[in-house]
């Protein structure tokens, strides 16, 4: 029952979850930006921390399972998972320090450990990736959500081997003299990484996971093509421009900013149509936290197109990367681990069991009216923070990044409780479904979605 669940995505959620938690602590405290410029040492190493131990580590762990969702597979990478999650951890601890040094908080600490640490990052990456790209590969044609996730990957090695490259220079700049470099690479960074790697691949499990969630059809993927084609287009343009100097430059990174937010705006458009053509009345908690996280993408775009024409966007980045990153991708993360977390739960401890003798629903490992209040407050909290940015207030913001710190340790207590309940077989509806050998799920998906077996 259990061959098609992988050994370690938990794992890489645990320590996803204790990065993003770690790095908030850190910018409540002052550590980091807003109490520090935005490109400073210790800004640069809660960056990180957020990027590669929050998201990144998210992803990787939810893509163990996801891929073989997509193509159909058993689990895949199992020894992989290991040794990417443990040369990740390894790599990132080691540029942490790296930062510190960086900053001058620990002279004692060489800044080598900064490229040392991307370099074991970088064979972390790749060892994952390359099983994980094995199966889409032996898979084509791929569908729609699979077509996404494929080329975040791509992009995901690409941002580490630059990120490298950035290590490499910043440690040991009297022999690697590239200013240029840093300036012109800095920008190909930051939307390889939040666009190429972490964008694309949540467009792809959001057009699979919400649309399994809420029940909606799949059957339409015309508008889903344009929208990879317009933002790989997109992240082609700012490549472009990164060759170019002058005033060429600043028009085509100008021209690829906006054909991105068409891109953005179309993949809202056809998020709100799998919404109204969902089967189900009543959405879940985490269909109405991930419509939450889906809102405040559709507030960044107006906001971003605007400093982007008046040139205002450099001044602004702060905030506007806040809403980016902790309303849309962090949000999303979290909305869509509320359902994940329990279901692989209720998949390991109760799938063996079903059809042999009553078993629990996956909704009863979690309590949404509990819950709920939490995912609101995270989502209120982050708005009133870029407002606060917008105006220029840092220590409201710093106490609007309290406030969703608090709302992360609730959110992430009710994961424990759904990892850690063993309910009793809850109604009698649920051990009639365990008699016919239907999955208990109370919305509706079998075992099978998530094992990446026929449903």
Known sequence: MNAGLSRWTISYFAAALAAFLLAQILMVL??????????????????????IGWLTLLMLGALLQFVPVLTGKGAIGDRAGLIGLVAIGIG?????????????????????????????????????????????????????????????????????CLGLSFGVILAWPERFPSADWLARGLPLHFASGLVGWFTLTAMGVTYRLLSMFMLSPQDDTRLGNVILALAAAAL??????????????????????????????????????????????????????????????????????????????GAFAGPIGYLFFFGWLSGLGLSQLYKIVPF?????????????????????????????????????????????????????????IFVHLVASLFIVRELWRARSARPAAASAAAGAASSTGQSPASSGETAGHWKGTPA
């Open 92 to 160: 990132l601890i080691l540029m942490l320090t790296g930062f510190f040094a960086l900053g001058g908080t620990v002279a004692k600490i060489p800044q080598a450990a900064l490229p040392i640490g991307g370099g074991f990052v970088l064979i972390g990456l790749v060892t994952i990736a390359i099983p994980l790209g094995r199966g889409l590969a032996e898979s084509r044609p791929l569908a729609l959500p699979a077509r996404f996730v494929a080329v975040g990957l791509s992009f995901l090695v690409l941002t580490a």
């Open 344 to 400: 692989l739960t209720w998949l390991e401890r109760y799938g063996p069991r079903l059809g042999k003798e009553p078993v629990p629903r996956v909704q009863d490992l979690i309590s949404e009216t509990r819950a709920a209040p939490w995912f609101a407050l995270y989502f209120l909290a982050v708005l009133f923070g870029t407002i606060a940015g917008f105006l220029n207030r840092p220590l409201l913001w710093r106490g609007a």
């Open 236 to 313: 082609g343009l700012i490549w472009l421009s990164a060759v170019l100097a002058g005033p060429p430059e600043q028009a085509i990174t100008r021209a690829g900013s906006l054909v991105l937010v068409l891109a953005l705006a179309l993949y809202l458009a056809d998020m709100v149509r799998i919404f109204a053509r969902r089967r189900r009345p009543v959405l879940e908690l985490n269909s109405r936290a991930g419509a939450a996280a889906l809102l405040c993408l559709a507030l960044f775009l107006p906001a971003f197109t605007y400093l982007t024409l008046v040139g205002r966007l």
């Open 30 to 51: 002052g550590f980091a930006y807003p109490a520090e410029p935005l490109f400073a040492a210790h800004t640069l190493l809660v960056v990180h921390l957020l990027t």
